[in-house]
Nanobody, 127 residues
């Protein structure tokens, strides 16, 4: 079992920045992919960024060059640095973990069905 708790959301003006954090606990050793998703009420969930255990990352086109995903393995914390925010970034943001029986470098993190989810943190960007 993996427990995930997001923090760092809030309200910011367009052009501003926020850093989201996701604290993981439980059996995290085999979390081969970690990811951030977001969802606007009434719309589908959108993958934002992923990171594999070797640090390789992927990003949605809508956030490339503005968002950075990173992780601190010692602290078991996942981050999402969000810069140059726009009102279109307004959403609930969720972190998620994809686990495997053994750790390995997964090259397909964006397409995985994630096993564990946090409860989300709201980000609101005003114009």
């Amino acid at each position: 079992q993996v427990q995930l708790v997001e923090s760092g959301g809030g309200s910011v003006q367009s052009g501003g920045s926020l850093r989201l954090s996701c604290s993981a606990s439980g059996y995290t050793d085999n979390s081969v992919c970690m990811a951030w998703f977001r969802q606007v009420t009434g719309k589908g969930r959108e993958g934002v960024a992923t990171i594999a255990i070797d640090g390789s990352t992927t990003y949605a086109d809508s956030v490339k060059g503005r968002f950075t995903i990173s992780q601190d393995n010692a602290k078991k914390t996942l981050y999402l640095q969000m810069n140059r925010l726009t009102p279109e970034d307004t959403a609930s943001y969720y972190c998620a973990a994809y686990t495997s029986g053994l750790p390995y470098i997964d090259r397909f993190c964006p397409s995985r069905t994630y096993h564990y989810w946090g409860l989300g943190t709201q980000v609101t960007v005003s114009s």
